[in-house]
């Protein structure tokens, strides 16, 4: 399609963009223009990254088009024609040059993950800008194909030998990277990212590290994760450029929290005594009389930087500091002193502005030589000297005497004791010499506390312009105050969702009445526990396809699946919708969310659930779309821990900025925020796109609250209802689940739709076969320890509540219809029953059928056996609706209903049997059996269900029957 004009530049877009797309490449161009900083929220779905590359990348192409002419024919009278073949060449590739003095910009685009970095560069792939150079920076670990190097655990180490084998060019990958940069492979109008590189260096043998440096030198966007960028260390290892370039923060919720870490550091008095016995092992390995004493791991021929001299004067500051931390007085809940005091303690150890440099270098060069001076496994490879020079480097980020000031106004210094019989650490090989006879160690937190001090760090680099976006960043005004930037683009988006896409519910109660609170006192509360679990069951059931539910935390998690477990809840859930829990182990949770995608791909499945934590790996970027997200469930509020010291000193620092300025967070507002921006990113994970739908069901009584409500997401807050009575909640996502699928088009992907559910197979009576809709069903539940994500799902299985239900299912009464004698014993399984196996369903199916069509041939009437499918009866005309009876026998009659009923629905009909048994609500009762047998091909089971009711409710139900009739 023909370029789009968005504020002056011709933007290329892949389709005809929504109103909501335009406005934000409209924002963003404005932003570029002006050289201005941006903040920029759209909710996920909205198409955020496309706009983001396609406006960005648009406008670079003009600006350099327009560097090219200035530079290369002057000031001509007539612009527009070469300017817009400039834009042509640039487009196709073509438009070339290295002249470094136009100063072209560069677009830095920077998010939380490579991940997430790999689907922006696929969004980039499927763009009109796929030929613009592009450039990714990842680690050593990722990247290098050495087969010694690569093979490190530890990425320090990895680093320091890479390090010198380049230095002692005897890396065969890297002496290759010269020859081989310029080939088709690496610089061919493809865009690289990790994996192809990885793929390109392995066919090249060249090192896919040191290609993607040569990539950037050319590139237009250069794609990074935020350390790259936040950390000053890792900005200068990198070499990233920002004089004159665009910094592009993507899934800038995270932005304020990586601005602090990165400026952050911890260390322990065992780290430095682990240092000083480093430098001890190394000084010996100089010694010319105790050459037998040598340890046998450190390679005498390796080059040293360093004397021994230099080792001695090392030593000497390192127990200097070791003795300045011991004598910190500390208080029995820790001691807190000013960010300045860090400086303080370092000068004790004689290390101040004037050789900081010298320190690090000479610790660097020992590390070095530490970690590549041996193979063995043993090895001192200096990771306590690692933790000094980490140190100093974020101490001494700056020496200026406005840096340090802003240190004392954006650090703290905390200092605790830790005791070593309660934090059993080891550090891997022996006892440490210094220090040894101590039973507790101290801790030394130097902790930034202000985003801001990390995002002036970028802007002292003359940034063009920095744009910070994400889904989730309101409220604006405060984010803006703690970045402590200029921002002079802002844009809040609403959603392109319609209202009946999206169902948002407020779940205070339980099934059972229970409040649904997950505050700290409430937490171990088993009655709650319970509750929760038997309201996510509810929800499974109706639910279809994938299933989210979000925890606060893994000890949460870990307790209610403890408790569910052994009430036999799980294993009910499990039945309907297999559950994959979130690892805490990195190394597994590929596998398992690829099985939890396989799970919900197939058709003879209800989909699957997945259980995981709010701040998470599942609720961070990864895609739910259409069916791996039809609902989201979130259990509580995720608040970080309120005691723990850095929230305390967090909290306490925003509120001496609040006393100054009162454009800042409280430390209580703060705190809050950081609860509700995490369930904003977990309910992100649900509409992903203009045709999706979902539910979010919010399962905490405190959603309620109207300040929790103000810091959802804008977009959301329109929808939000709360529930009052849980049954007619169940009933509403019915209808919505139902109303949605019809009216949106299906998912292109899509196995089967939830009407498509139902397989098609044939009863001969009389040898004479009738079609008819047999209700698909679970396969059963007993499966292999390898086809589970985690081991304690093959225990679930295992629980008695199976052996018990299955003496009380519909199949085996079929053998004693007389023991029937009402209603709630008819049904063929309790609420919370595993599902029956699918050859005894089908037994039941055909046997109703058949007696059906036994009983009308018997009274000589005529009727045209179909398929009882929903969708059929949905589209059924009154012409051919016949008159019918609900069946006398309480058995057939249930029979009857399980075939008429999709399984989510039969479901929710067993549900409303139970609850109206046990409380008595008929106004609950008869609106959900107004919901299942609404249409008129069901309504003579409706009214068959008259004589199951209380006397109390009959005259009411007849009435209200009456009146269903006379309406169709």
């Given at each position: 399609?023909p ?7 011709p ?7 929504y ?5 934000y ?18 909710p ?12 960005s ?10 560097l090219?002419m200035n ?11 070469f ?42 792939k ?8 592009a ?21 320090n ?7 010198l ?24 109008d493809d ?11 392995k ?25 790259y ?6 900005r ?15 899934e ?10 990165s ?21 010996k390995?100089?010694s010319?009389?105790?050459e ?26 390192m ?8 004598d ?21 150890a ?18 070095q030589y530490l ?8 090895q001192?490879?200096g ?6 020079v ?11 005497h ?10 703290k ?8 019989k309660?934090?059993?650490k ?8 210094p ?12 902790w ?6 990390g ?6 680099q003359?940034?063009r ?11 604006l ?6 970045l402590?930037?200029?921002?002079g683009?802002q ?9 009946n896409?999206?169902?948002?519910k407020?779940?205070?109660?339980g ?22 679990g ?38 009910n ?10 690892p805490q ?5 590929n596998a398992i ?33 259409d ?6 469930i ?30 800042f ?10 609860a509700t ?10 509409i992903r ?5 979902g539910?979010?069901l ?5 959603f ?38 019809m ?6 992907l899509?196995?089967l ?25 679970v396969k059963?539940?007993?499966?292999n ?13 295992f ?6 239900n299955?003496h ?9 219809p ?11 399984t309790?609420?919370e029953?595993?599902e ?13 059928a ?17 398929p009882f499918g ?6 059924s ?14 058995v ?12 989510e ?10 609850a109206y ?5 008929f ?32 005259n009411?139900?007849?009435a ?9």
């Amino acid at each position: 399609m023909p370029d789009i004009m968005i504020s002056g530049i011709p933007v290329s877009f892949p389709f005809d963009p929504y109103d909501v797309q335009k406005e934000y490449m409209c924002r963003v161009i404005e932003s570029l223009q002006n050289n201005t900083n941006a903040i920029l929220e759209s909710p996920t779905g909205t198409g955020k990254t496309l706009s983001l590359l396609c406006s960005s990348l648009a406008w670079l192409l003009v600006k350099k088009a327009q560097l090219q002419m200035n530079a290369q024919v002057g000031n001509f009278s007539d612009h527009s024609g070469f300017t817009g073949k400039l834009i042509d060449n640039l487009k196709s590739g073509t438009g070339k040059s290295k002249d470094a003095s136009w100063g072209m910009p560069k677009i830095i685009y920077s998010s939380r993950t490579h991940s997430q970095l790999t689907q922006a560069m696929q969004e980039l792939k499927r763009s009109s800008y796929k030929h613009v150079k592009a450039a990714v920076l990842g680690s050593r670990d990722q990247m290098c194909i050495h087969p010694e190097v690569s093979k490190e655990p530890n990425n320090n180490n990895k680093v320091n030998m890479c390090q010198l084998k380049v230095k002692s060019r005897t890396c065969f990958f890297y002496n290759n990277v010269e020859s081989k940069k310029d080939d088709r492979a690496v610089k061919g109008d493809d865009i690289l990212d990790i994996e192809d590189l990885v793929g390109v260096g392995k066919k090249l043998k060249c090192c896919p590290y040191y290609l993607s440096k040569e990539l950037k030198q050319d590139a237009d966007i250069i794609f990074m994760p935020y350390n790259y960028l936040l950390d000053p260390k890792s900005r200068k290892a990198n070499g990233v450029e920002l004089m004159n370039n665009i910094v592009i923060l993507d899934e800038a919720h995270n932005v304020e929290k990586m601005c602090e870490e990165s400026a952050s550091l911890q260390i322990r008095t065992t780290d430095i005594a682990l240092c000083i016995d480093e430098i001890t092992h190394v000084m010996k390995s100089f010694s010319e009389n105790s050459e037998e004493q040598i340890d046998a791991t450190v390679d005498s021929n390796q080059p040293k930087d360093f004397t021994c001299d230099d080792l001695c004067i090392l030593k000497e500051m390192m127990l200097a500091f070791e003795k300045a931390v011991d004598d910190i007085e500390v208080g029995r809940e820790g001691s807190t002193y000013p960010g300045g005091f860090i400086f303080d303690l370092l000068s004790k150890a004689e290390i101040r502005d004037h050789n900081q440099m010298a320190v690090i270098t000479m610790i660097e060069n020992l590390i070095q030589y530490l970690a590549t001076a041996s193979s063995s496994p043993f090895q001192r490879k200096g990771v306590g000297l690692q933790k000094i020079v980490d140190l100093l480097n974020v101490v001494f980020s700056g020496t200026s005497h406005s840096h340090k000031e802003r240190v004392k106004l954006c650090y703290k210094v905390h200092v605790q004791v830790e005791d070593k019989k309660s934090n059993k650490k080891t550090e891997g090989w022996g006892a440490l010499k210094p220090n040894s006879s101590k039973s507790t160690e101290r801790i030394l937190s130097y902790w930034c506390f202000s985003p801001g001090f990390g995002m002036k760090q970028l802007l002292e680099q003359n940034v063009r312009s920095i744009i910070l976006t994400s889904g989730t960043l309101a409220p604006l005004k405060p984010l803006i105050s703690e970045l402590g930037i200029p921002i002079g683009v802002q844009l809040e988006n609403p959603h392109i969702v319609k209202s009946n896409q999206i169902c948002v519910k407020i779940i205070g109660q339980g099934p059972d009445g229970v409040q649904l609170n997950s505050n700290y006192q409430n937490r171990d509360n088993p009655k709650y526990i319970s509750s929760l679990g038997r309201t996510i069951l509810s929800f499974s059931r109706v639910v279809p396809d994938g299933l989210l539910v979000f925890f606060p935390s893994y000890p949460i998690m870990n307790k209610c699946q403890e408790m569910w477990q052994s009430e036999g809840i799980w294993t009910n859930i499990n039945s309907i919708k297999p559950i994959f829990v979130e690892p805490q182990r990195k190394d597994t949770f590929n596998a398992i969310i690829k099985d939890y995608y396989s799970k919900i791909s197939d058709p003879s499945t209800r989909g699957a659930c997945f259980m995981a934590v709010c701040r998470g790996k599942v609720s961070e970027g990864l895609d739910f779309a259409d069916m791996n997200g039809r609902a989201v469930i979130i259990t509580g509020l995720p608040f970080p821990p309120l005691k723990d010291p850095r929230i305390v000193l967090k909290k306490k620092y925003l509120d001496e900025l609040r006393m100054k300025e009162k454009d800042f967070l409280s430390g209580d507002e703060w705190y809050s925020l950081e609860a509700t921006r995490a369930v904003n990113q977990a309910i992100g994970r649900v509409i992903r796109h203009q045709n999706d739908y979902g539910a979010i069901l919010l399962c905490d009584s405190r959603f309620n609250s109207p300040k929790l409500k103000g810091q959802l997401s804008a977009w959301l807050r329109n929808y939000i209802n709360v529930s009052n009575k849980f049954g007619e909640t169940v009933s509403e996502i019915c209808r919505f689940y139902k109303n949605a699928e019809m009216a949106l088009p299906a998912p292109k992907l899509k196995p089967l739709m939830s009407n498509e559910s139902n397989r098609q197979q044939s009863v001969n009576v009389g040898g004479v076969s009738f079609p008819i809709t047999v209700a698909r069903t679970v396969k059963s539940t007993k499966k292999n320890v390898s086809q589970y994500p985690n081991s304690n799902e093959v225990y679930a299985d295992f629980s008695m509540d199976f052996y018990k239900n299955s003496h009380s299912s519909a199949y085996v009464n079929e053998f004693r219809p007389k023991q029937t004698k009402d209603l709630f014993s008819a049904l063929d399984t309790s609420v919370e029953a595993n599902e029956s196996s699918t050859q005894s369903l089908v037994a039941i199916n055909k046997r109703t059928a058949e007696d059906n069509l036994l009983a009308n041939v018997s009274k000589k009437k005529k009727y045209k056996i179909k398929p009882f499918g929903f969708d059929e009866n949905l589209k059924s005309e009154p012409s051919n609706i016949v008159e019918k009876t609900a069946p006398t026998s309480l058995v057939d009659f249930v029979k009857e209903i399980k075939v008429l009923l999709q399984p989510e629905q039969y479901k929710l009909f067993q549900g409303s049997i139970s609850a109206y048994k046990r409380e008595g609500d008929f106004s609950a009762f008869v609106t959900t059996l107004g919901n299942l047998f609404e249409n008129r091909n069901m309504f003579y089971l409706l009214k068959g269900m008259k004589r199951f009711l209380k006397e109390e409710h009959k005259n009411n139900f007849q009435a209200y029957c009456d009146k269903v009739k006379f309406d169709t």
